[in-house]
């Protein structure tokens, strides 16, 4: 009883514009609305019963907060930002539920996917003029299991939420040919267009492109050369601006929602950086879901991952998809690098 009291109270303090999208999330929330813990029937099985588990943290705010909250704060934004993990389906499931809960709210933005690249935009045109509601045919039809992404059963719900809204799918991504030439030869191989448009020919400041460089060594576990991390950068910067171009020329004329890794939703240097730079009025809004981690209990701790400061708006905690040590899982891979 207190809890639908309290909740109440929240739907009191929304504005009318607001209310249709907190009526939809309400129903998932119930149970944690005076906590601001998310409840959900978690896929991932390691850390589930981690504190920080299915609680969003709005860093500007410095305080938790509830999915009513992040919903009603999306529904005003015209660029959003959902950034995941990509093998762990607990985000793709709340990826879907945030853009099922802007459609509720009247909103009618383009999907962005970085896992489409330019080659399949013409394939996924054709299925979708053919089947328009029918995102499980995407995967065949743009030859999902040769681009090795994880499963498309985990990006399905995100693409089923947007077909059955009638709203438009988007490829946001480059093609690996495009990405391995930029590293080859900078951005030269790029547009020329796009490369002033976002100023991909300016340098970086030294402290940005240093942060970049040991978080690339970092995410590598210290393999990689000078010039194989300068050409990452490189790729990086060409992939955040693309995204950023897809969103901010989507159809549809109600903005944009992008579906990617967290790393490309950093404000800081991601793809919100770039948006910043051609659309400096329009609201962009970040959710980072980052997995738990059983030596970090309190949000400082992850923090720390990215500087001393969350590079998001929200963060979104989830539990883990294993506990494997990422440089023994992929240490031949990584030894292959730095050959």
């Known amino acids: 009883m207190m809890q639908r009291m309290a909740c109440r109270c929240m739907l009191g303090r929304v504005r009318p514009s607001q209310r249709v999208v907190v009526l ?18 978690w896929q991932s099985a390691v850390e589930r019963e981690h504190r920080l588990v299915g609680r969003i943290w709005d860093v500007a705010g ?8 992040v919903a009603a704060r999306l529904a005003e934004a015209r660029y959003v930002l959902l950034g995941e993990k990509h093998d762990n389906p607990d985000h793709h499931v709340l990826q879907a539920r ?10 009618r933005p383009a999907v962005a996917f970085e896992m489409f690249v330019p080659s399949q935009a013409g394939a996924l045109a054709r299925h979708l003029a053919a089947k328009p509601r029918n995102a499980a045919g995407i995967a065949e039809a743009v030859n999902w299991k040769a681009s090795g992404w994880p499963a498309w059963a985990m990006y399905e719900p995100i693409a089923q939420a947007a077909l059955d809204a009638g709203l438009p799918i988007v490829v946001a991504n480059l093609d690996t040919e495009r990405i391995r030439a930029v590293s080859r030869q900078g951005v ?22 240093n942060a970049m460089a040991k978080e690339i060594l970092d995410s590598h576990c210290g393999h990689g050369s000078e010039s194989l991390v300068a050409a990452m950068i490189d790729a990086q910067r060409a992939r955040d601006a ?33 948006l910043r730079r051609i659309a400096p ?18 949000v400082e701790g992850y923090a720390a991952r990215f500087g001393g400061r969350l590079p998001f708006d929200y963060v979104w905690f989830t539990p883990r998809v294993d506990d494997e040590d ?6 031949k891979s990584l030894e292959r690098m730095r050959r």
């Open 24 to 41: 939809l999330v309400l129903l998932a929330v119930l149970a944690g609305c005076r906590t601001g813990v998310t409840r959900a029937s």
């Open 62 to 69: 410095e305080r938790f907060v509830d999915e009513v909250a």
């Open 98 to 107: 945030m853009l099922g809960a802007l459609t509720a709210a009247g909103r």
């Open 188 to 209: 030269a191989a790029l547009d020329a267009a796009l490369v002033q448009r976002h100023g991909l020919d300016q340098p970086l400041p030294e402290d940005v492109r």
């Open 242 to 274: 693309q995204m950023a171009e897809a969103m901010l020329t989507a159809p549809g004329g109600d903005g944009a929602v992008l579906i990617a890794g967290a790393g490309h939703a950093r404000n800081d240097r991601g793809v919100p950086a770039y």
């Open 281 to 298: 009025d329009a609201r962009a809004v970040s959710v980072a879901f980052l997995e738990v981690d059983s030596k970090r209990s309190d």
């Open 326 to 331: 990422p440089c023994e899982k992929f240490r």
